[in-house]
């Protein structure tokens, strides 16, 4: 009806379901081939994906959990950005800000490994590191956990600044997840070591730590 002009397009949280559900009534090659033959889907409808959380058994965690290998969402975007339909660069970016949109934990687990089957290079994380950043403060444990590990991978190839560090770590030390204790204890470790100015504030970041039960933290 919208391809015909007969109405207007839904600006509503269902539209970007329908699209969801829609994926399942046929297999992936068909189904790209559908996106393809209308431009204002991938221009505009597609990135819906990445704004709405879905309902039920609605959602691209739920339709991918139920899907057979090579037909789930994350296939169709993958193919969608290698022959260049799709923006990788906005993929990447769009998968991030999704996972700061409050959606349930399971939910939002589709977005960090969307956003890890695209491999990021060390040039597209380093261009994310805010991005990343951001999510260190999200009530979600596996989504910080996800975030802190692109930025230890950041580090290593190009150390972060000391500023950042200060800016987006902290909230890290609130976890209880050890992994997530652990591997901020090391960053700060890190720029300590390097930058003798953020050593004050590092240790202050690191004191938290001994408020964890866990003996390896402390």
């Not at 699209?19 to 046929?26: P, R, V, W």
């Not at 189904?31 to 505009?44: C, G, K, T």
């Not at 770590?169 to 204790?181: D, H, I, M, R, V």
């Amino acid at each position: 009806l919208v391809r015909l002009e007969l109405c207007p397009k839904p600006k509503i949280e269902q539209y970007g379901i329908g699209l969801i559900a829609f994926k399942g009534y046929q297999n992936r090659d068909a189904f790209i081939a559908e996106l393809r033959r209308d431009p204002n889907i991938l221009q505009e409808d597609i990135w819906l994906l990445f704004e709405v959380e879905g309902s039920g058994d609605i959602s691209l965690a739920a339709m991918d959990k139920f899907s057979r290998p090579g037909h789930l969402w994350s296939d169709v975007l993958y193919c969608l950005q290698e022959d260049g339909s799709l923006s990788r660069e906005r993929l990447l970016k769009a998968s991030l800000e999704a996972l700061n949109r409050g959606f349930s934990q399971f939910r939002a687990g589709w977005f960090s490994r969307f956003h890890e089957v695209l491999k990021p290079t060390e040039s597209e994380r380093l261009m994310l590191l805010e991005d990343y950043g951001r999510l260190l403060a999200n009530n979600i444990p596996p989504t910080v956990s996800f975030a802190l590990s692109a930025w230890l991978a950041i580090d290593k190839a190009k150390p972060i600044e000391s500023k950042m560090v200060a800016r987006y770590l902290p909230p890290c030390f609130t976890s209880q997840a050890k992994s997530t204790l652990l591997g901020a204890l090391s960053l700060v470790e890190k720029v300590c070591k390097r930058d003798r100015d953020f050593r004050k504030p590092g240790l202050k970041m690191a004191l938290q730590a001994l408020a964890q039960e866990n003996a390896e933290v402390q």
